[in-house]
Every structure is written in structure tokens, then in C-alpha cells.
């Protein structure tokens, strides 16, 4: 069984989803560290299944031009990246991985092919042709969440150390408590501090937190349509004016002083948690940088109720901020491990349904609840998202999936206070049957239903512009 880190699930990167656009980024730059690039005379890119089908709306095509130059996800000029692409088009050449220019026709050079290969629906092969006329050539698998596969490599093959408390189930996490009498957060951390200095995995933590806050901060002040030939209007930014009453700031902190001061009636909170969850998805829709929570397409979730526990709960700040991410990255290492975070092999409830639950039990633990009912509002949460199906219209990621997000978000609330308010003792469903049963709904759904854009709305909302 495979063995995650709370930051392999949170990862930094760019919009707009984490399986067609990050993972061929990675699988691209991957590829590049592995040939012998001054040799190279041609490169080949073949998309098939759900890459090809959604991946001009995902922006798949730009991923890997990028990836193959050597950029990284992590570190890109945003604000260059429609530059970058004109000047591969302008001058038909890739500068490969930053050694040497090669001619390459992204028209030509990079091929949608609708057929799926067996293995996973979100598949790639790069070829590279030498100029001794030999070819090397790798299929790469996108399996969610940015994280790829090799064909024909297995993760015994990786060299890690080992956890001290492996955990790959609810049944695990409450067995390790009970053995040792620790909390579920410190089983977590103390597996997270094999990797890393307790200094260095707080930093991480809260570097990965300040890119959320920036990401909500420039999609609250952000303001036009979002690209790919929807006209979807942005959001955010009016309800955040709105709320604020005209009131402008131009820093983080001071943004967050004013939302604290804002009236904290019901109606306002819930306007708050969903003009937070839009500004992501409408940053993440525009190519900007968030954060992979687990997926892009759901990368409002998280940050929107931890910006909602900020700002409307009484909280320890940077302490809270770390007990949240951790405990959300382990909740969403289980459905990666039990079920999956792929929309392209399980819909929407292994992206939104995921992200949920995930939020659902960290806020559940920064509220005192015991172990039990972090995992009973995990359970819950996913319980409501079960059959979400991936219908992305043009395969943007914007209809439903901003909107979603927000849904999302709400749902993650419900369901931890749910949970503080219930004896879990009494809970008729666990966390480990209802991962199972997401496994088994992913595996009974459909192919249009799987980021496909061939069925649900996709098909039913009228557009002028296809995209893909």
C-alpha cells in the first residue's frame, strides 16, 4: 500500500486541474530529466481517454509545452506563461528543457487521441527521436491530484522511510490512538516528522497556507471573464465589495481584520465561506497558482473553511492553521489509498466529495472533537457527495466546478458540526464502508460521467464557442 505525505497532497502548482494540467506538466518535465536532451532532434506528445477529450479545456496542450521546456509548476511566471506558449507557436521550436531549440508544431506535435488505454483513463506517451534515429518512449498515467505513474514501474520500486504508524484505513487510525493513547493529530505528525524537521514541516505548512491566503486574496480583487470561450463572469470580487461595504485594503492582514468586523450573522457567514471557495476556482480557471487540495478542480474547498475558521471561530492562529492542514492532508490520503482522487476514474466525488470530507474532519479537530468524530465528519461528508459526477461543459473547469466548491465547503461545515453534536458510537456508517463504497460507485459509473465531457451538463448547456 502506498505511503503519502500530507505534502503529496497538498501541492503548489497552477490552474486548471491538477490531473490534465499539473500531471502531464510533471509527467513532461519528468521525461526531459530522463533522455539524453542534447541528442534529441523531435518530440512526440500523444494524449489519450479523458486527457484528450477534455484536454484543450484543461489546457493539457500548454502543460506539457511547459513541462518539456523544463519549467516547474511550482515556480512559473504566471503572468508569462501566455508568452511562453505564443513563442513555441510564433517559432515553431521548443527550447528543450532550457538546452537546445528543436522544431516542434504544437499542432502537429502534440496528437488528441480519443481511445483509452487500459490502465487508466488519463494517459500520455512521450517519444523522443535521436539523431542517431532512435526512439525512446514513455506512457505516463495522470492518476489525480498531480501525482503520475510510469508505465511499468510500482511503488515498491520507490526508496522512502517508513512511517512509525502506517495508516491506510479509519480501522488503522483508531487502533494506533488506542495502542498508544496519542491523538490523531499527533499520529500524524509524528509519521509527517520522518521527512522533515518539526522548523521545516511548519514552514511548509504555513507556506502552503500563505499561497492559499494569496490565491483567495487576488481572486477576491480580481475582477473580467474567465477564459476558454464560456464567458463565465467572475464573482468573488462583488461579493467581496459587497460585504465589505466599499471598503478597501490593499494587505492580507488588513483584508482579514475587515472580514473579521464584517457582521457575523448567518447569511453573511455563509456569503463569506462561498465568495472564498469561488475566488480559488475562479483564480484556478485563469491559470493562477493555488494549491492541489486534493485536486485543482477542488482547490477551493479546503482554504475556504479554513478562512471561515479564522475569521468567524475562536482559534490559536498559526497553530490551528498547521493542526488543520495535516489533519486534512491524512483524510485525504485515505480515499487516495482506498478509493481515489481521479474525476476521470470516479466523477466528482473523488474531487469535491473528497475535499469535503477532508475539510470536514480538520475542522471537526480544531473544534475539540475526539478522533471519532474527525472521522465520523469525514464519513458524513463524503456520505453526500457519493454519485457526483465530473460533467465539465467544453471541459473547462468552471461549470459546475466553481459553484461546486462552494457546495462543497457548506457541505464540510454541516457535517462537522453534525458530527461535534453526535455520539459516533451510535454512527451506522463508518469512514472505511463509505470509501469502499465510493471505490465501488467510481467503478459503476459510467465513462461520460468521468471528466469526459460527454454527458450531464456537458450536453445540456448550450454554448457558441467548443473549446474541445
Excluded at 15 to 40: D, K, L, Q, R
Excluded at 71 to 88: A, G, H, P, Q, S
Excluded at 121 to 127: C, G, H, S
Excluded at 276 to 302: D, K, Q, Y
Amino acid at each position: 500500500m502506498e505511503q503519502i505525505s500530507v505534502f503529496d497532497i497538498f501541492k503548489i502548482c497552477i490552474g486548471p486541474s491538477s490531473s490534465h494540467t499539473m500531471g502531464p506538466w510533471v509527467a513532461a518535465n519528468t521525461f526531459v530529466n530522463e533522455i539524453v536532451v542534447e541528442n534529441v532532434k523531435h518530440i512526440k506528445v500523444k494524449l489519450f481517454g479523458s486527457l484528450s477529450k477534455t484536454g484543450k479545456g484543461h489546457g493539457t496542450d500548454i502543460a506539457i509545452q511547459m513541462g518539456l521546456e523544463g519549467r516547474k509548476v511550482e515556480t512559473i511566471d504566471v503572468e508569462e506563461l501566455n508568452n511562453y506558449i505564443l513563442k513555441i507557436k510564433t517559432n515553431q521550436e521548443l527550447n528543450l528543457n532550457q538546452e537546445i531549440r528543436i522544431p516542434f508544431n504544437p499542432d502537429f506535435d502534440i496528437e488528441f487521441l480519443s481511445i483509452n488505454l487500459p490502465e487508466h483513463a488519463n494517459a500520455l506517451t512521450l517519444i523522443a527521436t535521436y539523431k542517431d534515429n532512435s526512439i525512446v518512449e514513455k506512457i505516463y498515467y495522470s492518476v489525480g491530484g498531480g501525482f503520475i505513474v510510469e508505465a511499468g514501474t510500482t511503488d515498491a520500486e520507490k526508496d522512502y522511510i517508513p512511517f512509525p504508524f502506517p495508516i491506510h484505513s479509519e480501522k488503522d487510525i483508531l487502533g494506533w490512538t488506542k495502542e498508544t493513547g496519542l491523538s490523531i493529530f499527533d499520529i500524524i505528525r509524528k509519521n509527517e516528522l520522518v521527512l522533515r524537521s518539526k522548523s521545516k514541516m511548519d514552514e511548509d505548512i504555513l507556506k502552503i497556507w500563505d499561497v492559499m491566503l494569496e490565491c483567495m486574496h487576488k481572486g477576491c480583487h480580481s475582477s473580467g471573464i474567465l477564459p476558454g470561450g464560456l464567458d463565465v463572469k467572475r464573482r468573488a470580487a462583488e461579493m467581496n465589495h459587497s460585504l465589505l461595504n466599499g471598503l478597501h485594503v490593499d494587505s492580507k492582514d488588513d483584508w482579514i481584520k475587515l472580514i473579521k468586523c464584517t457582521n457575523p450573522n448567518f447569511a453573511n457567514t455563509i456569503k463569506w465561506v462561498s465568495c472564498f471557495a469561488l475566488s480559488v476556482n475562479e483564480e484556478n480557471a485563469s491559470f493562477g497558482r493555488v494549491v492541489t487540495a486534493p485536486t485543482n478542480g477542488a482547490a477551493g474547498v479546503i482554504p475556504s473553511v479554513l478562512m471561515y475558521y479564522l475569521c468567524f471561530c475562536e482559534n490559536k492562529g498559526d497553530e490551528d492553521i498547521i493542526k488543520f492542514l495535516l489533519t486534512a492532508g491524512e483524510m485525504g490520503s485515505l480515499f487516495k489509498k482506498g478509493a481515489t482522487i481521479s474525476a476521470a476514474m470516479g466523477g466528482c466525488q473523488a474531487e469535491i466529495g473528497v475535499s469535503s470530507a477532508m475539510a470536514a474532519g480538520a475542522l471537526t479537530l480544531c473544534q475539540g472533537g475526539t478522533t471519532e468524530q474527525v472521522l465520523m465528519a469525514t464519513e458524513i461528508a463524503m456520505e453526500h457527495h457519493l454519485g457526483l459526477t465530473c460533467d465539465p461543459v467544453l471541459g473547462l473547469v468552471q461549470i459546475p466546478c466553481i459553484e461546486r466548491n462552494s457546495m462543497g465547503a457548506i457541505k464540510a461545515i454541516t457535517a462537522s458540526q453534525i458530527a461535534l453534536s453526535s455520539d459516533p458510537n451510535m454512527a451506522k456508517v463508518s469512514l472505511d464502508s463509505i470509501i469502499k463504497t465510493m471505490k465501488e460507485t467510481a467503478d459503476d459509473m459510467i465513462d461520460k460521467y468521468k471528466e469526459t465531457a460527454e454527458g450531464g451538463l456537458a450536453v445540456n448547456v448550450s454554448v457558441l464557442v467548443p473549446e474541445c
